[in-house]
Protein backbone atom coordinates (compact mmCIF):
# COMPACT_ATOMS: atom_id res chain seq x y z
CA UNK A 1 0.00 0.00 0.00
CA UNK A 2 1.67 3.50 -0.75
CA UNK A 3 -0.47 5.50 1.99
CA UNK A 4 1.16 3.38 4.82
CA UNK A 5 3.95 4.61 6.59
CA UNK A 6 6.87 2.64 8.12
CA UNK A 7 9.46 4.67 10.18
CA UNK A 8 12.55 5.07 8.11
CA UNK A 9 14.75 2.02 8.95
CA UNK A 10 18.47 3.38 10.31
CA UNK A 11 19.95 2.29 7.12
CA UNK A 12 23.93 1.81 6.67
CA UNK A 13 24.88 4.96 6.37
CA UNK A 14 24.01 6.26 9.89
CA UNK A 15 26.68 3.89 11.43
CA UNK A 16 29.15 3.82 8.61
CA UNK A 17 29.68 7.52 9.58
CA UNK A 18 30.52 6.20 13.84
CA UNK A 19 32.77 3.40 12.38
CA UNK A 20 37.25 3.80 13.27
CA UNK A 21 39.05 4.73 9.76
CA UNK A 22 40.69 1.14 9.63
CA UNK A 23 38.25 -1.27 8.02
CA UNK A 24 37.37 1.38 5.32
CA UNK A 25 38.63 -0.20 2.63
CA UNK A 26 36.75 -3.86 3.42
CA UNK A 27 33.50 -0.90 3.90
CA UNK A 28 33.97 -0.24 0.15
CA UNK A 29 34.09 -3.19 -1.14
CA UNK A 30 31.23 -4.39 0.61
CA UNK A 31 29.27 -0.82 -0.56
CA UNK A 32 29.74 -1.13 -4.32
CA UNK A 33 28.04 -4.79 -4.26
CA UNK A 34 25.57 -3.82 -2.42
CA UNK A 35 25.00 -1.15 -4.87
CA UNK A 36 24.94 -3.96 -7.44
CA UNK A 37 22.05 -5.59 -5.73
CA UNK A 38 20.60 -3.04 -5.55
CA UNK A 39 21.19 -1.57 -9.29
CA UNK A 40 20.20 -5.27 -10.31
CA UNK A 41 16.95 -5.35 -8.31
CA UNK A 42 16.13 -1.83 -9.69
CA UNK A 43 16.04 -3.35 -13.36
CA UNK A 44 13.99 -6.40 -12.39
CA UNK A 45 11.44 -4.33 -10.68
CA UNK A 46 11.67 -1.98 -13.51
CA UNK A 47 11.78 -5.17 -15.52
CA UNK A 48 8.26 -6.60 -13.97
CA UNK A 49 6.60 -3.37 -14.17
CA UNK A 50 7.32 -3.34 -17.86
CA UNK A 51 5.71 -6.48 -18.04
CA UNK A 52 3.12 -5.68 -17.12
CA UNK A 53 2.04 -2.85 -19.38
CA UNK A 54 3.31 -4.85 -21.84
CA UNK A 55 0.70 -7.43 -21.27
CA UNK A 56 -1.93 -5.00 -20.86
CA UNK A 57 -1.46 -3.46 -24.36
CA UNK A 58 -0.97 -6.43 -25.57
CA UNK A 59 -4.49 -7.85 -24.61
CA UNK A 60 -5.18 -4.80 -25.58
CA UNK A 61 -4.10 -5.10 -29.48
CA UNK A 62 -5.50 -8.65 -29.69
CA UNK A 63 -8.85 -7.55 -28.89
CA UNK A 64 -8.54 -4.89 -31.37
CA UNK A 65 -7.49 -7.09 -34.61
CA UNK A 66 -9.78 -10.00 -33.39
CA UNK A 67 -12.56 -7.52 -33.16
CA UNK A 68 -11.29 -5.45 -36.49
CA UNK A 69 -13.53 -7.63 -38.72
CA UNK A 70 -16.61 -6.66 -37.00
CA UNK A 71 -16.26 -3.30 -35.92
CA UNK A 72 -14.54 -1.88 -38.89
CA UNK A 73 -17.98 -3.63 -41.36
CA UNK A 74 -20.63 -1.15 -42.23
CA UNK A 75 -23.64 -2.15 -39.70
CA UNK A 76 -26.31 -3.17 -42.28
CA UNK A 77 -23.92 -5.77 -43.72
CA UNK A 78 -23.11 -6.79 -40.18
CA UNK A 79 -26.71 -7.17 -39.10
CA UNK A 80 -27.52 -9.39 -42.13
CA UNK A 81 -24.16 -11.77 -41.92
CA UNK A 82 -24.33 -12.61 -37.95
CA UNK A 83 -27.11 -14.32 -36.39
CA UNK A 84 -26.54 -13.03 -33.12
CA UNK A 85 -27.53 -9.25 -33.88
CA UNK A 86 -30.65 -10.95 -35.66
CA UNK A 87 -32.77 -8.34 -33.18
CA UNK A 88 -29.76 -5.12 -33.07
CA UNK A 89 -29.51 -2.53 -35.61
CA UNK A 90 -25.68 -2.42 -35.08
CA UNK A 91 -22.87 -3.49 -33.55
CA UNK A 92 -23.34 -0.51 -30.67
CA UNK A 93 -26.70 -1.22 -30.44
CA UNK A 94 -26.06 -4.88 -29.70
CA UNK A 95 -23.39 -4.10 -26.74
CA UNK A 96 -25.14 -1.30 -25.15
CA UNK A 97 -27.54 -3.30 -22.85
CA UNK A 98 -24.90 -5.77 -22.12
CA UNK A 99 -22.59 -3.32 -20.94
CA UNK A 100 -25.89 -1.93 -19.30
CA UNK A 101 -26.54 -5.90 -17.27
CA UNK A 102 -22.56 -6.21 -16.78
CA UNK A 103 -22.57 -2.89 -14.83
CA UNK A 104 -25.89 -2.85 -12.76
CA UNK A 105 -25.20 -6.57 -11.90
CA UNK A 106 -21.41 -5.38 -10.85
CA UNK A 107 -22.41 -2.54 -9.02
CA UNK A 108 -25.11 -4.12 -6.89
CA UNK A 109 -22.78 -6.84 -6.23
CA UNK A 110 -20.44 -4.28 -5.00
CA UNK A 111 -22.95 -2.46 -2.75
CA UNK A 112 -24.34 -5.58 -1.31
CA UNK A 113 -20.28 -7.02 -0.72
CA UNK A 114 -18.48 -3.67 0.81
CA UNK A 115 -20.55 -3.02 4.25
CA UNK A 116 -21.02 -6.17 4.79
CA UNK A 117 -16.67 -6.72 4.44
CA UNK A 118 -15.74 -3.61 6.09
CA UNK A 119 -17.94 -4.89 8.91
CA UNK A 120 -16.01 -8.27 8.97
CA UNK A 121 -12.69 -6.75 8.59
CA UNK A 122 -13.57 -3.93 11.55
CA UNK A 123 -14.56 -6.86 13.24
CA UNK A 124 -11.34 -8.90 13.17
CA UNK A 125 -9.05 -6.25 12.87
CA UNK A 126 -10.13 -4.27 15.91
CA UNK A 127 -13.12 -6.08 18.05
CA UNK A 128 -12.80 -9.75 18.11
CA UNK A 129 -10.49 -11.68 20.56
CA UNK A 130 -7.59 -12.92 18.46
CA UNK A 131 -8.32 -16.24 17.94
CA UNK A 132 -11.92 -15.81 16.55
CA UNK A 133 -10.82 -13.06 14.31
CA UNK A 134 -8.24 -15.66 13.05
CA UNK A 135 -10.06 -18.12 12.27
CA UNK A 136 -12.86 -16.32 11.02
CA UNK A 137 -9.70 -14.76 8.26
CA UNK A 138 -9.24 -18.43 8.00
CA UNK A 139 -12.88 -19.04 6.80
CA UNK A 140 -13.29 -15.92 4.81
CA UNK A 141 -9.47 -16.92 2.75
CA UNK A 142 -11.58 -20.10 2.00
CA UNK A 143 -14.64 -18.45 0.69
CA UNK A 144 -12.01 -17.22 -1.99
CA UNK A 145 -10.95 -20.45 -2.86
CA UNK A 146 -14.30 -22.23 -3.92
CA UNK A 147 -14.25 -22.11 -7.53
CA UNK A 148 -16.83 -20.01 -9.59
CA UNK A 149 -18.64 -22.45 -11.02
CA UNK A 150 -19.73 -23.97 -7.11
CA UNK A 151 -20.93 -20.19 -6.74
CA UNK A 152 -22.90 -21.10 -9.98
CA UNK A 153 -24.66 -24.19 -8.57
CA UNK A 154 -25.31 -23.17 -5.23
CA UNK A 155 -26.64 -19.82 -6.68
CA UNK A 156 -29.02 -21.84 -9.32
CA UNK A 157 -30.15 -24.70 -7.20
CA UNK A 158 -29.88 -23.42 -3.77
CA UNK A 159 -30.63 -19.56 -3.33
CA UNK A 160 -33.31 -19.26 -6.13
CA UNK A 161 -35.40 -21.48 -4.49
CA UNK A 162 -34.66 -19.83 -0.68
CA UNK A 163 -34.84 -16.08 -1.89
CA UNK A 164 -38.08 -16.09 -4.83
CA UNK A 165 -40.29 -16.28 -1.74
CA UNK A 166 -38.71 -12.96 -0.63
CA UNK A 167 -38.52 -11.86 -4.17
CA UNK A 168 -42.28 -11.66 -4.80
CA UNK A 169 -43.07 -10.16 -1.43
CA UNK A 170 -40.79 -7.65 -2.33
CA UNK A 171 -42.47 -7.33 -5.66
CA UNK A 172 -45.91 -6.97 -3.98
CA UNK A 173 -45.39 -5.05 -1.30
CA UNK A 174 -42.09 -2.70 -2.43
CA UNK A 175 -42.95 -2.83 -6.29
CA UNK A 176 -43.21 1.45 -6.68
CA UNK A 177 -39.43 1.22 -6.14
CA UNK A 178 -38.36 0.75 -9.86
CA UNK A 179 -35.50 -1.67 -9.34
CA UNK A 180 -38.48 -4.37 -7.80
CA UNK A 181 -40.92 -3.42 -10.25
CA UNK A 182 -42.10 -5.47 -13.43
CA UNK A 183 -43.15 -9.15 -13.26
CA UNK A 184 -41.58 -11.48 -10.52
CA UNK A 185 -39.67 -14.94 -11.80
CA UNK A 186 -40.95 -17.78 -10.32
CA UNK A 187 -37.39 -19.25 -10.56
CA UNK A 188 -35.66 -16.25 -9.33
CA UNK A 189 -33.15 -16.85 -11.90
CA UNK A 190 -33.00 -12.86 -12.03
CA UNK A 191 -30.50 -10.43 -11.94
CA UNK A 192 -30.60 -9.76 -7.86
CA UNK A 193 -30.31 -13.40 -7.04
CA UNK A 194 -27.21 -12.68 -9.68
CA UNK A 195 -25.98 -9.74 -7.95
CA UNK A 196 -26.22 -11.67 -4.30
CA UNK A 197 -23.96 -14.40 -5.43
CA UNK A 198 -21.64 -12.31 -7.31
CA UNK A 199 -21.36 -10.16 -3.74
CA UNK A 200 -20.59 -13.41 -1.93
CA UNK A 201 -17.70 -14.31 -4.45
CA UNK A 202 -16.48 -10.69 -3.99
CA UNK A 203 -16.64 -10.71 -0.03
CA UNK A 204 -13.69 -12.72 0.32
CA UNK A 205 -10.59 -9.97 -1.66
CA UNK A 206 -12.43 -6.86 -0.38
CA UNK A 207 -12.44 -8.49 3.54
CA UNK A 208 -9.08 -9.35 3.70
CA UNK A 209 -7.58 -5.82 1.85
CA UNK A 210 -9.75 -3.56 3.87
CA UNK A 211 -8.42 -5.89 7.18
CA UNK A 212 -4.99 -5.40 6.39
CA UNK A 213 -5.53 -1.97 6.19
CA UNK A 214 -7.34 -1.49 9.32
CA UNK A 215 -4.36 -3.57 10.57
CA UNK A 216 -1.59 -1.35 9.45
CA UNK A 217 -3.17 2.24 11.23
CA UNK A 218 -0.45 3.89 13.14
CA UNK A 219 -0.89 2.90 16.49
CA UNK A 220 -0.22 6.69 17.36
CA UNK A 221 -3.24 7.81 15.84
CA UNK A 222 -5.45 4.75 17.48
CA UNK A 223 -4.25 6.25 20.94
CA UNK A 224 -4.29 10.01 19.92
CA UNK A 225 -8.02 9.16 19.24
CA UNK A 226 -8.48 6.99 22.82
CA UNK A 227 -6.72 9.67 24.54
CA UNK A 228 -9.46 12.24 24.05
CA UNK A 229 -12.23 9.86 25.31
CA UNK A 230 -13.15 8.50 22.24
CA UNK A 231 -14.82 5.08 22.17
CA UNK A 232 -13.98 2.11 20.28
CA UNK A 233 -16.39 2.98 17.70
CA UNK A 234 -15.40 6.97 17.64
CA UNK A 235 -11.87 5.54 17.22
CA UNK A 236 -12.81 3.98 14.19
CA UNK A 237 -14.12 6.65 12.77
CA UNK A 238 -11.31 9.55 13.87
CA UNK A 239 -8.55 7.02 12.76
CA UNK A 240 -9.09 3.66 11.34
CA UNK A 241 -11.85 4.25 8.29
CA UNK A 242 -9.73 7.96 7.14
CA UNK A 243 -6.70 6.13 6.86
CA UNK A 244 -7.97 2.97 5.49
CA UNK A 245 -9.86 4.74 3.37
CA UNK A 246 -8.31 4.44 0.05
CA UNK A 247 -6.85 1.21 0.51
CA UNK A 248 -10.99 0.10 0.96
CA UNK A 249 -11.14 1.55 -2.39
CA UNK A 250 -8.82 -0.03 -3.68
CA UNK A 251 -10.06 -3.55 -2.22
CA UNK A 252 -13.36 -2.50 -3.54
CA UNK A 253 -12.00 -2.13 -7.10
CA UNK A 254 -10.65 -5.22 -7.25
CA UNK A 255 -14.10 -6.77 -6.22
CA UNK A 256 -15.89 -5.01 -8.75
CA UNK A 257 -13.22 -6.08 -11.21
CA UNK A 258 -13.51 -9.27 -10.16
CA UNK A 259 -18.17 -9.07 -10.65
CA UNK A 260 -17.68 -7.00 -13.96
CA UNK A 261 -15.96 -10.23 -15.97
CA UNK A 262 -17.61 -12.93 -13.80
CA UNK A 263 -18.57 -15.39 -16.14
CA UNK A 264 -20.07 -18.79 -14.48
CA UNK A 265 -22.08 -17.45 -12.09
CA UNK A 266 -23.74 -15.42 -14.07
CA UNK A 267 -24.08 -17.81 -17.03
CA UNK A 268 -25.90 -20.68 -14.71
CA UNK A 269 -28.20 -18.09 -12.71
CA UNK A 270 -29.41 -15.98 -15.43
CA UNK A 271 -32.31 -16.11 -17.21
CA UNK A 272 -30.68 -13.90 -19.70
CA UNK A 273 -32.20 -10.59 -21.72
CA UNK A 274 -31.21 -7.88 -23.96
CA UNK A 275 -32.77 -5.10 -22.63
CA UNK A 276 -31.98 -1.52 -20.73
CA UNK A 277 -34.12 -3.23 -17.67
CA UNK A 278 -34.02 -2.20 -14.13
CA UNK A 279 -36.51 -4.49 -13.39
CA UNK A 280 -33.69 -7.52 -11.39
CA UNK A 281 -36.66 -9.26 -10.38
CA UNK A 282 -37.93 -9.79 -13.84
CA UNK A 283 -36.38 -13.21 -15.73
CA UNK A 284 -34.81 -12.50 -19.59
CA UNK A 285 -34.05 -8.67 -19.16
CA UNK A 286 -30.31 -8.52 -18.44
CA UNK A 287 -27.20 -10.36 -19.20
CA UNK A 288 -23.56 -9.51 -18.80
CA UNK A 289 -21.18 -9.30 -21.40
CA UNK A 290 -18.78 -12.41 -20.10
CA UNK A 291 -21.77 -14.97 -19.67
CA UNK A 292 -23.12 -13.58 -23.38
CA UNK A 293 -19.80 -14.34 -24.30
CA UNK A 294 -19.13 -18.02 -22.75
CA UNK A 295 -22.82 -18.65 -23.99
CA UNK A 296 -22.63 -17.56 -27.64
CA UNK A 297 -19.13 -18.49 -28.27
CA UNK A 298 -19.26 -22.20 -29.31
CA UNK A 299 -21.82 -21.95 -32.35
CA UNK A 300 -20.17 -18.65 -33.75
CA UNK A 301 -18.77 -18.48 -36.85
CA UNK A 302 -16.19 -16.68 -37.34
CA UNK A 303 -17.68 -13.05 -37.89
CA UNK A 304 -19.65 -13.82 -34.69
CA UNK A 305 -16.65 -14.62 -32.62
CA UNK A 306 -15.22 -11.20 -34.11
CA UNK A 307 -18.70 -9.32 -32.84
CA UNK A 308 -18.44 -11.05 -29.67
CA UNK A 309 -14.67 -10.13 -28.91
CA UNK A 310 -15.77 -6.79 -29.97
CA UNK A 311 -17.85 -6.81 -26.71
CA UNK A 312 -15.06 -8.33 -24.77
CA UNK A 313 -12.74 -4.88 -25.83
CA UNK A 314 -16.00 -3.24 -24.24
CA UNK A 315 -15.76 -5.06 -20.87
CA UNK A 316 -12.29 -4.22 -20.88
CA UNK A 317 -12.36 -0.65 -21.26
CA UNK A 318 -14.82 -0.71 -18.71
CA UNK A 319 -12.75 -2.10 -16.28
CA UNK A 320 -9.89 0.19 -16.76
CA UNK A 321 -12.78 3.55 -16.88
CA UNK A 322 -13.68 1.80 -13.41
CA UNK A 323 -10.01 1.33 -12.02
CA UNK A 324 -8.97 5.07 -13.50
CA UNK A 325 -12.02 6.28 -11.84
CA UNK A 326 -10.92 4.90 -8.59
CA UNK A 327 -7.17 6.38 -8.73
CA UNK A 328 -8.96 9.43 -9.04
CA UNK A 329 -10.77 9.71 -6.28
CA UNK A 330 -8.01 8.54 -4.23
CA UNK A 331 -5.99 11.18 -5.49
CA UNK A 332 -8.31 13.68 -4.59
CA UNK A 333 -7.60 13.70 -1.16
CA UNK A 334 -4.08 13.23 -1.32
CA UNK A 335 -2.77 15.61 0.85
CA UNK A 336 -5.26 14.52 3.79
CA UNK A 337 -4.25 11.01 3.20
CA UNK A 338 -1.19 11.14 5.96
CA UNK A 339 1.22 9.67 2.74
CA UNK A 340 3.09 12.74 3.68
CA UNK B 1 -10.40 23.01 36.83
CA UNK B 2 -7.76 21.54 37.98
CA UNK B 3 -7.67 18.48 40.37
CA UNK B 4 -5.03 17.21 42.43
CA UNK B 5 -4.34 13.34 42.40
CA UNK B 6 -3.56 10.66 44.83
CA UNK B 7 -2.13 7.62 43.66
CA UNK B 8 -1.74 4.92 46.48
CA UNK B 9 -0.09 1.46 46.66
CA UNK B 10 -0.03 1.41 42.91
CA UNK B 11 1.18 -1.54 40.87
CA UNK B 12 1.10 -1.68 37.13
CA UNK B 13 1.47 -4.67 35.07
CA UNK B 14 2.19 -5.83 31.40
CA UNK B 15 0.80 -9.15 31.55
CA UNK B 16 2.16 -11.07 34.51
CA UNK B 17 5.24 -8.60 34.27
CA UNK B 18 5.21 -6.22 36.92
CA UNK B 19 6.06 -2.83 35.62
CA UNK B 20 6.20 -0.52 38.52
CA UNK B 21 6.14 -1.25 42.06
CA UNK B 22 4.04 0.23 44.76
CA UNK B 23 4.09 3.96 43.63
CA UNK B 24 2.41 6.95 46.40
CA UNK B 25 2.26 10.25 45.11
CA UNK B 26 0.04 13.41 45.43
CA UNK B 27 -0.30 15.39 42.18
CA UNK B 28 -1.02 19.32 43.53
CA UNK B 29 -3.56 21.22 41.47
CA UNK B 30 -2.41 23.92 39.17
CA UNK B 31 0.99 22.94 39.44
CA UNK B 32 3.62 21.07 37.00
CA UNK B 33 4.87 17.58 38.41
CA UNK B 34 8.08 16.27 36.34
CA UNK B 35 8.60 12.57 36.44
CA UNK B 36 12.47 12.30 35.84
CA UNK B 37 14.30 8.72 35.53
CA UNK B 38 16.39 6.56 33.43
CA UNK B 39 14.90 4.77 30.43
CA UNK B 40 13.02 1.76 31.59
CA UNK B 41 12.05 3.02 35.03
CA UNK B 42 7.90 3.16 34.09
CA UNK B 43 7.42 6.54 34.07
CA UNK B 44 5.10 6.36 30.78
CA UNK B 45 3.55 3.58 31.90
CA UNK B 46 2.54 5.04 35.40
CA UNK B 47 1.82 8.28 33.43
CA UNK B 48 -0.72 6.35 31.33
CA UNK B 49 -2.17 4.96 34.07
CA UNK B 50 -3.58 8.34 35.13
CA UNK B 51 -5.53 8.84 32.17
CA UNK B 52 -6.32 5.26 31.83
CA UNK B 53 -4.51 4.69 28.55
CA UNK B 54 -2.30 1.80 29.86
CA UNK B 55 -5.13 -0.57 29.61
CA UNK B 56 -5.59 -0.55 25.87
CA UNK B 57 -2.40 -2.77 25.91
CA UNK B 58 -3.89 -6.25 25.64
CA UNK B 59 -3.20 -7.79 28.96
CA UNK B 60 -1.84 -4.28 31.04
CA UNK B 61 -3.62 -3.91 34.22
CA UNK B 62 -3.37 -2.24 37.61
CA UNK B 63 -3.79 -2.72 41.28
CA UNK B 64 -4.26 0.25 43.75
CA UNK B 65 -6.04 3.38 43.46
CA UNK B 66 -5.84 6.86 41.67
CA UNK B 67 -7.89 9.41 42.95
CA UNK B 68 -8.75 12.36 41.23
CA UNK B 69 -10.49 15.07 43.83
CA UNK B 70 -10.96 11.89 45.77
CA UNK B 71 -12.64 9.66 43.26
CA UNK B 72 -11.08 6.38 42.05
CA UNK B 73 -10.19 6.47 38.74
CA UNK B 74 -9.95 2.69 38.75
CA UNK B 75 -13.36 2.32 40.47
CA UNK B 76 -15.73 -0.48 39.53
CA UNK B 77 -18.48 2.08 37.95
CA UNK B 78 -15.63 4.43 36.35
CA UNK B 79 -15.73 4.57 32.73
CA UNK B 80 -12.44 4.72 31.44
CA UNK B 81 -13.18 7.13 28.02
CA UNK B 82 -14.98 9.67 30.65
CA UNK B 83 -11.91 9.59 32.06
CA UNK B 84 -10.03 10.15 29.49
CA UNK B 85 -11.50 13.27 28.33
CA UNK B 86 -11.12 15.09 31.81
CA UNK B 87 -7.33 13.74 31.79
CA UNK B 88 -5.75 14.80 28.24
CA UNK B 89 -2.57 13.62 27.20
CA UNK B 90 0.26 14.72 24.58
CA UNK B 91 2.40 12.09 23.48
CA UNK B 92 6.37 11.97 22.65
CA UNK B 93 5.66 11.89 18.88
CA UNK B 94 3.36 15.01 17.42
CA UNK B 95 0.03 12.46 16.05
CA UNK B 96 -2.36 15.05 14.49
CA UNK B 97 -4.66 13.33 12.77
CA UNK B 98 -3.58 12.95 9.09
CA UNK B 99 -6.35 12.89 7.65
CA UNK B 100 -8.01 16.31 9.22
CA UNK B 101 -7.51 19.65 8.91
CA UNK B 102 -5.64 21.43 11.51
CA UNK B 103 -9.05 23.39 12.45
CA UNK B 104 -10.92 19.78 13.04
CA UNK B 105 -8.28 18.63 14.30
CA UNK B 106 -8.31 21.08 17.32
CA UNK B 107 -12.18 19.99 17.03
CA UNK B 108 -11.72 16.70 17.11
CA UNK B 109 -12.26 15.93 20.94
CA UNK B 110 -14.76 18.67 21.29
CA UNK B 111 -16.75 16.83 18.58
CA UNK B 112 -16.90 13.74 20.68
CA UNK B 113 -18.72 15.44 23.30
CA UNK B 114 -20.83 17.46 21.55
CA UNK B 115 -21.86 16.36 18.16
CA UNK B 116 -23.21 19.72 17.06
CA UNK B 117 -21.75 23.05 17.35
CA UNK B 118 -22.38 25.97 15.80
CA UNK B 119 -20.41 26.75 13.15
CA UNK B 120 -19.27 30.11 15.30
CA UNK B 121 -18.18 28.68 18.50
CA UNK B 122 -16.48 26.00 16.46
CA UNK B 123 -14.36 28.74 15.26
CA UNK B 124 -14.21 30.90 17.98
CA UNK B 125 -12.94 27.40 20.12
CA UNK B 126 -10.38 26.78 16.93
CA UNK B 127 -9.13 30.25 17.69
CA UNK B 128 -8.90 30.16 21.66
CA UNK B 129 -7.37 27.07 21.79
CA UNK B 130 -4.69 27.49 19.04
CA UNK B 131 -4.15 31.00 20.50
CA UNK B 132 -4.09 28.76 23.91
CA UNK B 133 -0.86 26.75 22.42
CA UNK B 134 0.70 29.67 21.05
CA UNK B 135 0.12 28.24 17.53
CA UNK B 136 -2.59 30.83 15.99
CA UNK B 137 -0.29 33.43 14.49
CA UNK B 138 1.65 30.34 12.14
CA UNK B 139 -1.66 28.58 11.13
CA UNK B 140 -4.18 31.07 10.81
CA UNK B 141 -3.88 31.32 7.29
CA UNK B 142 -4.17 27.79 6.94
CA UNK B 143 -6.98 26.38 9.19
CA UNK B 144 -8.56 23.96 6.62
CA UNK B 145 -4.92 22.57 4.93
CA UNK B 146 -3.74 19.19 6.50
CA UNK B 147 -2.26 19.33 10.19
CA UNK B 148 0.53 17.26 8.91
CA UNK B 149 1.75 19.51 6.94
CA UNK B 150 3.00 21.22 9.63
CA UNK B 151 6.84 21.26 11.02
CA UNK B 152 7.27 18.74 14.10
CA UNK B 153 7.07 21.70 16.66
CA UNK B 154 3.65 22.52 15.29
CA UNK B 155 2.53 19.22 15.40
CA UNK B 156 3.35 19.09 18.90
CA UNK B 157 1.44 22.57 19.69
CA UNK B 158 -1.40 21.62 17.66
CA UNK B 159 -1.87 18.12 19.55
CA UNK B 160 -1.62 20.56 22.48
CA UNK B 161 -4.24 22.74 21.33
CA UNK B 162 -6.38 19.85 20.67
CA UNK B 163 -5.69 18.83 23.98
CA UNK B 164 -7.03 21.43 25.82
CA UNK B 165 -9.60 22.44 23.74
CA UNK B 166 -11.87 20.27 25.68
CA UNK B 167 -10.68 21.65 28.52
CA UNK B 168 -9.47 18.77 30.56
CA UNK B 169 -8.82 18.73 34.42
CA UNK B 170 -5.26 17.48 34.25
CA UNK B 171 -2.70 17.56 31.32
CA UNK B 172 -0.68 14.46 31.12
CA UNK B 173 2.91 15.19 28.65
CA UNK B 174 4.83 12.27 27.98
CA UNK B 175 8.66 13.93 26.52
CA UNK B 176 6.24 16.32 24.35
CA UNK B 177 9.60 17.93 22.99
CA UNK B 178 12.03 14.94 22.91
CA UNK B 179 11.18 15.53 19.16
CA UNK B 180 11.83 18.63 18.19
CA UNK B 181 14.42 21.32 17.97
CA UNK B 182 15.19 23.86 20.88
CA UNK B 183 13.22 26.88 19.95
CA UNK B 184 10.07 25.24 19.56
CA UNK B 185 10.98 23.31 22.71
CA UNK B 186 11.23 26.78 24.56
CA UNK B 187 7.45 27.51 22.92
CA UNK B 188 6.18 24.66 24.81
CA UNK B 189 8.16 25.17 27.53
CA UNK B 190 6.63 28.76 28.21
CA UNK B 191 3.14 26.98 26.95
CA UNK B 192 3.46 25.11 29.74
CA UNK B 193 3.96 28.03 31.85
CA UNK B 194 0.41 29.60 31.05
CA UNK B 195 -0.98 26.46 31.22
CA UNK B 196 -0.29 25.90 34.65
CA UNK B 197 -2.55 28.48 36.14
CA UNK B 198 -5.27 26.70 34.87
CA UNK B 199 -4.59 22.54 34.67
CA UNK B 200 -2.57 20.17 36.37
CA UNK B 201 0.36 19.47 34.61
CA UNK B 202 2.41 16.19 34.48
CA UNK B 203 5.91 15.88 32.42
CA UNK B 204 7.85 13.30 31.38
CA UNK B 205 11.09 14.11 30.56
CA UNK B 206 14.65 13.30 30.48
CA UNK B 207 15.84 16.98 29.92
CA UNK B 208 17.03 17.87 33.03
CA UNK B 209 17.05 21.41 32.80
CA UNK B 210 13.60 20.72 31.20
CA UNK B 211 12.43 19.82 34.24
CA UNK B 212 13.86 22.33 36.75
CA UNK B 213 12.49 25.06 34.29
CA UNK B 214 9.06 23.70 34.28
CA UNK B 215 8.24 21.98 36.77
CA UNK B 216 7.37 22.92 40.72
CA UNK B 217 7.55 19.81 41.97
CA UNK B 218 10.04 16.52 40.64
CA UNK B 219 9.94 12.77 41.13
CA UNK B 220 12.63 10.44 40.44
CA UNK B 221 12.22 6.77 39.53
CA UNK B 222 14.91 4.42 39.34
CA UNK B 223 14.59 0.55 39.11
CA UNK B 224 17.20 -1.95 40.67
CA UNK B 225 18.14 -3.63 37.41
CA UNK B 226 17.10 -5.21 34.38
CA UNK B 227 13.17 -7.28 34.90
CA UNK B 228 13.09 -5.51 38.20
CA UNK B 229 9.81 -3.21 38.87
CA UNK B 230 10.16 0.54 38.62
CA UNK B 231 9.98 2.64 41.43
CA UNK B 232 9.15 5.88 42.49
CA UNK B 233 12.64 7.05 45.01
CA UNK B 234 11.71 10.46 45.90
CA UNK B 235 9.35 13.09 44.73
CA UNK B 236 9.63 16.26 46.52
CA UNK B 237 10.12 20.62 45.41
CA UNK B 238 11.97 21.45 42.70
CA UNK B 239 14.45 23.34 43.82
CA UNK B 240 14.75 20.82 46.87
CA UNK B 241 15.31 17.74 43.88
CA UNK B 242 17.69 19.37 42.50
CA UNK B 243 20.04 21.35 45.16
CA UNK B 244 19.73 18.83 48.24
CA UNK B 245 18.14 15.63 47.06
CA UNK B 246 17.53 13.06 49.76
CA UNK B 247 18.68 10.04 48.24
CA UNK B 248 21.82 8.96 47.10
CA UNK B 249 20.55 7.46 43.56
CA UNK B 250 18.52 11.10 43.28
CA UNK B 251 21.77 13.14 43.27
CA UNK B 252 23.86 10.54 41.21
CA UNK B 253 20.95 10.37 38.60
CA UNK B 254 21.45 14.33 38.49
CA UNK B 255 24.80 15.26 38.39
CA UNK B 256 25.25 12.59 35.78
CA UNK B 257 27.02 10.24 38.05
CA UNK B 258 24.44 7.46 37.33
CA UNK B 259 25.00 3.68 36.87
N1 LIG C 1 3.60 -2.58 25.78
C1 LIG C 1 4.42 -3.13 26.67
N2 LIG C 1 4.36 -4.46 26.90
C2 LIG C 1 5.18 -5.04 27.78
N3 LIG C 1 6.09 -4.38 28.50
C3 LIG C 1 6.20 -3.06 28.33
C4 LIG C 1 5.36 -2.36 27.38
N4 LIG C 1 5.69 -1.05 27.42
C5 LIG C 1 6.68 -0.94 28.31
N5 LIG C 1 6.99 -2.13 28.86
C6 LIG C 1 8.00 -2.39 29.89
O1 LIG C 1 7.68 -1.62 31.03
C7 LIG C 1 8.86 -1.06 31.60
C8 LIG C 1 8.71 0.44 31.72
O2 LIG C 1 8.62 0.99 30.43
P1 LIG C 1 8.29 2.52 30.18
O3 LIG C 1 8.06 2.70 28.73
O4 LIG C 1 7.22 2.94 31.09
O5 LIG C 1 9.67 3.21 30.60
P2 LIG C 1 10.06 4.75 30.55
O6 LIG C 1 10.50 5.12 31.91
O7 LIG C 1 8.98 5.55 29.94
O8 LIG C 1 11.31 4.70 29.59
P3 LIG C 1 11.78 5.82 28.55
O9 LIG C 1 12.43 6.86 29.34
O10 LIG C 1 12.76 5.08 27.69
O11 LIG C 1 10.58 6.26 27.80
C9 LIG C 1 10.01 -1.49 30.70
O12 LIG C 1 10.65 -2.60 31.30
C10 LIG C 1 9.34 -1.89 29.42
O13 LIG C 1 10.07 -2.91 28.80
MG1 LIG D 1 8.72 6.66 28.08
Known amino acids: MSTTQSPPAPGPAATSSLEPAGPRRRRRGARSSDRGASRAFRWLATGAGALILILLVAVAVFLVIKAWPAISMPSDELVEKVGLLRNSSSLLDYVGPLIFGTVLAATLALIFAVPVAIGIALFTSHYAPRRLASTLGYVIDLLAAVPSVVYGLWGALVLSPIVQPVWAWLNENVGWFPLFAGKVSPTARVLLTVAIVLAVMILPIITAVSREVFLQTPRLHEEAALALGATRWEMIRMAVLPFGRSGVISAAMLGLGRALGETMAVLMILSPGFLYSFHILEAGQQQSIAANIAAQFPEADPLGVSTLIATGLALFAITLVVNVAARAIVARRKDFSGAN | ?259
Open chain 2, 1 to 259: MAQRIDVKDLNIYYSDFRAVADIEMAVEPRSVTAFIGPSGCGKSTFLRTLNRMHEVIPGAHVQGTVAMDGVDLYGADVDPVAVRRQVGMVFQRPNPFPTMSIADNVLAGVRLNNKRISKGDAQDMVEQSLKGANLWNEVKDRLDRPGSGLSGGQQQRLCIARAIAVKPQVLLMDEPCSALDPISTLAIEDLIAELKSEYTIVIVTHNMQQAARVSDRTAFFNLAGTGQPGRLIEIDDTATIFSAPREQATEDYISGRFG
